[in-house]
């Protein structure tokens, strides 16, 4: 494949572009490949790319029911950080906040990653003592946080009404090189990475039941006819519970639809990301100047991609007493994307009943900032057949024995 250059931009320029190639190929599925993975987000590629890239396993199908980057790798608000609270998390994240950092020169593809700064708004005198022991705990990880007072919060967000008469700023825990990354560019940088490294990428091919014997997986049916495997990778988000039930198994998980809106583009405003977690909100302003707005999960399980007028009213809502200028905006658009919860609000990254079957899910309402650091854990646990390192903690097995990694407070906000 060739590659992305100042001097192919050049080149291409004089030739009215006519000269792109594609970014990756659409082939049709082979009869057999040593592994598949089901599900083209984000996790579901980055998977396969590390699969390539560290262990040289190359015949590979990665198999997607739509487009590629059409679920929630699409449609999230592009957080990244890596403040969580217990040891395993904070290693996984900060694995993938690290790979972030370079990945557009690794994939040579443009994620627009942008380490601009991220605040966790502390609004009740209970947030602060939680995140003055989040940035105590960070310290130990190695992960780079810190607190802040309001005055410095009033600095680096000049929009932000720190003296709101219900929730006034108390201060923030703050990641400097925490920020937001082009999402569909993650997506199609590590489609096109494994598309050059030989790998298959079938979209419109739904994966409708897993073909099993003796505790092996032998291949999956699918909407493009049988198609064998040696190894599946199961990463599929919201619905993981389906395809785990064809497979055989079950998960400790539900689906519910997590919501998200954008205002119209304005001027410049905020260069920073900041989360409000006791209102409920957390906003960004996108390149093109619209202010990026997630909100809450509904509140009851569902498989809907949708938006719906109450989340509008209530995200914006709690954001409006913290942003007044907000109050003033038209909205775009909305939409909505199918998470997968699990009760402690951590990913599995597992072993299953099925020898050569492996699941990679519940990342839940904040898996995008994970992407990298879960391809490669992934990657390892499908080429070794064993979790490494950064996978280990988050077998399903933790939910049989109590060994719960909990996160609901890092990830008590949506992402
Ligand atoms: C509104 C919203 C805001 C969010 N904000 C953030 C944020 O700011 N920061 C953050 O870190 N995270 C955020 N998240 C969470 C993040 O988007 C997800 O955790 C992450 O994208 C999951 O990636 P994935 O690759 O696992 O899943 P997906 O991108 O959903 O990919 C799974 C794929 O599997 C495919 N599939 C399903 N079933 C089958 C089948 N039977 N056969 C074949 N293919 C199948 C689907 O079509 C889909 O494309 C947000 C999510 C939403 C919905």
């Not at 990945?103 to 009740?124: C, D, H, I, K, W």
């Not at 929730?167 to 993650?186: C, F, I, K, M, S």
């Amino acid at each position: 494949m060739k590659r992305y250059s100042v001097f192919a931009i050049a080149r291409e320029a004089m030739r009215q572009h006519q000269g792109w190639e594609k970014a990756w190929a659409s082939p049709a599925p082979k009869a057999q490949y040593d592994a598949i993975i089901i599900g083209a987000g984000g996790h579901g590629l980055a998977t396969a790319y590390y699969l390539g890239r560290n262990f040289g396993i190359t015949n590979v199908a990665i198999l997607e029911k739509g487009w590629l980057g059409g679920g929630n790798t699409g449609r999230n608000t592009t957080i990244i950080r890596s403040n969580y609270l217990q040891d395993p998390s904070a290693a996984l994240y900060e694995k993938a906040r690290g790979l972030y950092e370079n990945l557009s020169q690794e994939l040579n593809y443009n994620v627009m990653f942008s380490p601009r700064g991220l605040l966790m708004l502390a609004q009740t005198h209970h947030e602060v003592r939680g995140y003055l022991r989040t940035v105590h705990a960070n310290m130990l990880q190695g992960v780079e946080t810190r607190w802040i007072e309001p005055a410095e919060v009033k600095q680096l967000v000049p929009i932000i009404n720190i003296d709101g008469p219900r929730y006034p700023v108390l201060g923030a825990l703050y990641q400097e090189r925490g920020g937001t990354a082009r999402h569909d560019a993650v997506a199609w940088g590590y489609a096109r990475a494994c598309s050059d490294m030989g790998m298959d990428i079938i979209q419109q091919c739904e994966v409708t039941a897993v073909r099993s014997k003796n505790g092996q997986v032998e291949g999956v049916e699918t909407t493009k006819g049988y198609i064998g495997t040696k190894k599946l990778g199961i990463v599929v988000a919201g619905h993981s519970g389906q395809v785990a039930e064809m497979a055989g198994f079950r998960l400790p998980i539900e689906a519910v639809a997590l919501q998200a809106l954008v205002s119209e583009p304005i001027k410049p405003c905020m260069d920073v990301v900041v989360m409000a977690n006791t209102v409920h909100g957390y906003m960004s302003q996108s390149d093109k100047g619209e202010m990026v707005i997630g909100g809450g999960t509904d509140g009851f399980n569902n498989f809907t991609q949708r938006g719906s007028f109450h989340h509008i009213e209530e995200t914006l809502r709690a954001l409006v007493e913290t942003f007044p200028m907000i109050s003033r905006l038209k909205m775009l658009r909305q939409w909505g994307g199918v998470v997968d919860m699990t009760g402690d609000r951590s990913p599995i990254l597992s072993k299953t009943p099925l020898g050569n079957c492996f699941i990679n899910c519940g990342w839940g309402t904040g898996g995008f900032k994970a992407i990298p650091g879960s391809g490669w854990a992934m990657a390892e646990l499908i080429a070794k057949g064993e979790p490494g390192p950064l996978a280990a903690a988050f077998g399903m097995e933790r939910f049989r024995e109590g060994r719960f990694i909990d996160e609901s407070v890092a990830a008590g906000v949506a992402h």
